[in-house]
């Protein structure tokens, strides 16, 4: 097998990586703008994931996404929805990470979506939920707004760059995952204490 017939492989993992970060931060936004640029042809789908460009499927993702966005700036209903969304954003990674492997077998295909998808979307999710307790715990929830516009403009973003710039999409992605993995732990520490502190 030479290297140039990897590079679908290489490109599909840079673009799935992309999009399951991008659901780390928003569960519904990524699947919009895929399910916009599919209806728009602007990237092409497999016979199976065809649903993804119907109409149904835009305004659907579309009204999702405005109420989860909306849910993110109303003070602890935020912290709430970190306990759907995480979970959620774990399947929605890996649904879309699974989509860009659509030539691969069922087993391997869903195998790889579930670990690297499903993984990326839930150290990120998990990663601003901390990031958001400890908003609510320091500041009484009203800090949060500054939180859940950085996710929103970071799940734009990351799903723009994963369908028009995959292999950019792909290191910032990595640099996010190490750079939450590495403060979360910092930052739940902080939180415990703080309850610690006030019991």
Excluded at 43 to 51: A, F, G, S, V
Excluded at 84 to 110: E, H, K, R, Y
Excluded at 149 to 178: D, K, Q
């Amino acid at each position: 097998m030479d290297i140039l017939s990897l590079l679908p492989y290489v490109m599909s993992t840079c673009i799935g990586i992309g999009l399951a970060a991008a659901t780390g931060f928003r569960v519904f936004l990524p699947f919009f703008l895929v399910s916009l640029a599919s209806y728009l042809n602007w990237i092409p789908l497999d016979t199976e994931w065809t649903w993804l460009a119907s109409i149904p499927t835009l305004v659907i993702t579309g009204v999702a996404t405005l109420v989860e966005i909306l849910g993110y700036y109303i003070p602890f209903i935020d912290n709430i929805l970190d306990t759907i969304n995480v979970p959620l954003a774990t399947v929605a990674g890996s649904l879309l990470f699974a989509s860009q492997f659509t030539d691969m077998s069922a087993v391997p295909q869903w195998a790889l979506a579930i670990i690297a998808g499903g993984g990326t979307a839930a150290v990120i999710g998990s990663g601003f939920a901390g990031t958001r307790a400890a908003s609510s715990a320091t500041t009484g929830g009203f800090g949060n707004f500054i939180v859940a516009s950085i996710e929103t403009a970071g799940s734009f973003v990351m799903s723009t760059l994963a369908i028009f710039a995959p292999i950019l999409a792909f290191i910032i992605a990595l640099t996010i995952l190490i750079l939450v993995i590495r403060y979360s732990k910092r930052i739940w520490k902080k939180l415990s204490h703080q309850v610690i502190t006030d019991t």
